[in-house]
């Protein structure tokens, strides 16, 4: 019987074997994206083990964090808090024990609870020492003044979104989307918390509050995207001054159709310059335009500009959209910024700075270093370009035409005395046969009397309130601009 | 007698020569460190949770000292000849399983839902129980041969036991399908736990009478001598049953457990390969044909090919007539979260697998604390002791003790590899529990008896031969001796 039993044992041996290696399977080869999983409810339980570390925008902590009321089972120690968390919301995102975490809260949690991978050498020291685990502090680039005019200026206007940008080196001064939510309201595990959460859900409030607009939504740019097409103009060689008399008819018949392009009311459009065509906004000077370069240079203009693709500031922006297969009337309503050209508040707000940054586009980032509990500094980000939709000289003569608008066209509401402000408005249509309320948009720059700008901004404000006539960018959108580029301009002094 | 039923004793080196050490001395010193290393757990875990030595850290290693201290004298008086091993590493795992249950005691969570509270010193009490069951069988069960005796008998109990849980009445539902248990006067008792050394005496006595009968070959086909048809019956009767099991008690990792067992045993009494292949076919045959129609079956086998979707129905609370359990999740977040060293004692949040989380999920919170390396440690001491029972089987010089005790240590190690797979995610889950670490009565009572009666044929093997009479043929004897 001896021989059937050594084969028995090693039978009992395989067993113990094929358990041993699948130990080593799930214990070292899928160790860690078990352990990161975030359904694995430790990650959260780590994520609120300690004080979570701080968001900081202009020195100043805009969270912080209490202590759970302890009841025994939550396995939860600390909750996250909010400062203003409405208007922060589109930069923080928030980080909920019920509900996780999203945006900065979420790109940059190992450092904000103090588990990253670069805090592993101070961790290892402060626990022979004795000391607490803390969380590190992500330092933001935003302007608080500009962020406050910002999301005031929208709130008094209902829904919409402001992004705006240095333009020299891509940091992101102000975020605002509205309505907005204070993350605080759901940062707990309770059933207080459950019903703030849902209450912000789309299902049930159609305002969506939870949507960041100036990151996620895509709007129709409207008029503000000629100043993409001016760029195109110039950069391929289709007129080479701002004065230079363009060739439009005016009726203008969309090419391979009937459909007449219309202009919003009778305005002097017939051969006119690009930069009266700026300055009155006429579709059919930029419509030709874009028919006349054909979609593929328009495009490839569009996407130096940054559409087609997604921006990580590190917090994910939507891709706008400049769309790829068209036909000449579809790309020359696609040049005034219809048809299916979507973007977003970023987008746009790129698009100026490029321009105010002499033709050099930087690539938009809001998180300026991260700092370890002891305020050492483990990463700091160092401005990048991202690409060079125009010429120097071709960005000094759109500059002009965008300054003209301010100084005579439709922007003048976004005049700063004693600063030279450039812009464009935009009243983009949408909705089937263009039947819902337009969007009104606005991106302006600011200049300073040296030549240097130091600010870039977009916005866009969906007012569901005011009629239809009433909606121009000039009027709605236009003051928020100014008060956002005069808080960055008095800030600096 | 022929050469070739010779050649085995030439590789039997336990078989004691005449004056073998005992080796009782080996044991009391690896019984010290069974003892000590459960209590640093036991320091380390309240350590790691209050910031201080639990206080019951005195009566803890006293009781536990104890228990290995009476078991060790029981073995040094009854059994003296015993292989030295068995003990220390059967109270070792109790030790640290023990040590494992209160820390899932100190669960608020798990207080919070039943799971856990007071579950330490009832296992406590319940491994003082198994431990004098395990002297009285050492003292009462002089000769394991005896067993032998109750060949039918034990037939008969082993299949009431296997069927008490499906009398009416008497059965308690209480592993979310797996009618296993039984409860009587307020306990609850998994009467499986018990059936598996009473069939293996049953097995034992009915194979030994049988074997030459069983090993006789009709013919062969593709290297293989087929059994003859009549001597098909028993194995087809042992299989229906293990199907039944499965049906109607919904319980597969029982069901595999004592087929297997069987199977394991036939191949030893015979020597036939071929049964061994009848065995897989069949169990694979049943397997397949009960989850065709078994919903029980099928969602566990669901749970384990995709236990991530089970655990998104569980959560989003899917009514659909079965039961979905994040289980199967659950202990892989916490094998994973525990990485290569653990989380160490006290520290890890196992808490989390909520139902069961001390009793069949129980080396999940081993495999967060104590990471790879304690659960690859804990591995190797169940298959310590497998191979000592294997090494029992192999000294045992009668037929009937080489069989049980093969039997009793290969239900061991399957039991083990059911339970230890099934939480790792090797194969579908099972209602079984850990034995010696999982918290519950019948469990830990059972797997004592178990190594009592390993302990008593391993004494019976090694034990020494009486001293040979004077002869005159003693020299000629050693010449056929080499």
Known sequence: MNKPLRRIAIFCGLLVLALLLRDNYIQYVQADSLR????????????????????????DPI?????????????????????????????????????????????DDGILTGNDDQL??????????????????????????????????????????????????????????????????????????????????????????????????????????????????????????????????LPYILKGTRTELKNEGNIPCRNVSMRDALKVSCNTVFGKIGADLGKDKMQEEAEKFGFNSEQLTPVRSNASVFPKKMDDAQTALSSIGQFETAATPLQMAMVASAVANQGTLMKPYMVDKLQAPNLDVISQTEPEKLSEPLSESNAQILQSMMETVVKEGTGTKALIPGVTVGGKTGTAQHGVANSEKPYAWFISYAKLPDGSSPVAVAVVVEDGSASRDDISGGGLAAPIARDVMKAVIDSKK | MSSSTNTPTHHTSTIGSIGAPSRRNTELALLVFAVVIPVFAYANVGLAIDDKVPTGLLSYGLGLGLLAGVAHLAVRKFAPYADPLLLPLATLLNGLGLVIIWRLDQSKLLQSIHQAGNAAPRQLMYTALAIALFVAVLFFLKDHRVLQRYTYISMVGAL??????????????????????????????????????????????????????????????????????????????????????????????????????????????TERTSWIVFGLLMSGAGAVGVASFEPHVQTRVQAWLDPMHEYMLSRAGVQDGIIHSEQAMQALWAFGSGGTLGTGLGQGHSELIRFAANSDFILATFGEELGLAGVMAILMLYGLITERGIRTALAARDPFGKLLAVGLSGAFALQVFVVAGGVMGLIPLTGMTMPFLASGGSSVIANWALIAILIRISDTARRPAPAPAPSPDAEMTQVVRP
Request: glycine content about 10%; aromatic content about 10%.
């Open chain 1, 120 to 249: 592993f050498f101070r961790n290892t020291l402060d626990m022979l020492t004795g000391k607490a685990k803390q969380g590190g502090n992500v330092v933001t680039t935003l302007n608080a003044a500009a962020q406050k005019a910002a999301y005031k200026g929208l709130l008094s206007r209902g829904k919409g979104a402001v992004a705006a940008i240095n333009p020299q080196t891509g940091a992101i001064l102000a975020l605002a989307s509205t309505p907005s939510y204070d993350p605080s309201a759901f940062a707990g595990n309770t059933n207080d918390d459950a019903k703030a959460w849902n209450k912000l859900q789309k299902k049930n409030d159609p305002d969506d509050p939870m949507l960041n607009r100036a990151l996620r939504e895509t709007y129709p740019p409207g008029s503000t995207f000629k100043v993409v097409t001016a760029a195109a103009a110039l950069e391929n060689g289709l007129y080479t001054t701002a004065d230079q008399h363009t060739s439009t008819p």
């Open chain 1, 36 to 59: 990161t999983d975030t359904n694995n409810r430790r990650v959260a339980i780590e994520r609120y083990a300690t004080p979570r570390g701080n968001i900081i925008v202009n020195g």
């Open chain 2, 160 to 269: 009431v036991l296997l069927l008490l849980p499906l009398v009416p009445g008497l059965g308690a539902d209480l592993t979310y399908g797996a009618k296993i248990w039984i409860s009587v006067a307020g306990f609850s008792i998994q009467p499986g736990e018990f059936a598996k050394i009473v069939l293996a005496v049953f097995f034992a006595g009915y194979l030994m009478v049988k074997r030459d009968a069983l090993a006789l070959a009709s013919r062969r086909f593709m290297g293989l001598y087929l059994p003859r048809g009549r001597d098909l019956g028993p194995i087809i009767v042992v299989w229906a049953i293990s199907i039944l099991i499965l049906v109607f008690e919904t319980d597969l990792g029982t069901s595999l457990l004592f087929f297997g067992m069987f199977v394991i045993m036939l191949y030893v009494a």
């Open chain 1, 63 to 107: 969270t912080g964090y209490a202590e759970t009321k302890k009841n025994g089972i939550n396995d939860f120690v600390y909750k996250r808090t909010y400062k203003d968390g409405a208007m922060w919301a589109p930069v923080t995102g928030y980080a909920s024990q019920a509900f996780g975490a999203t945006q900065l809260e979420k790109l």
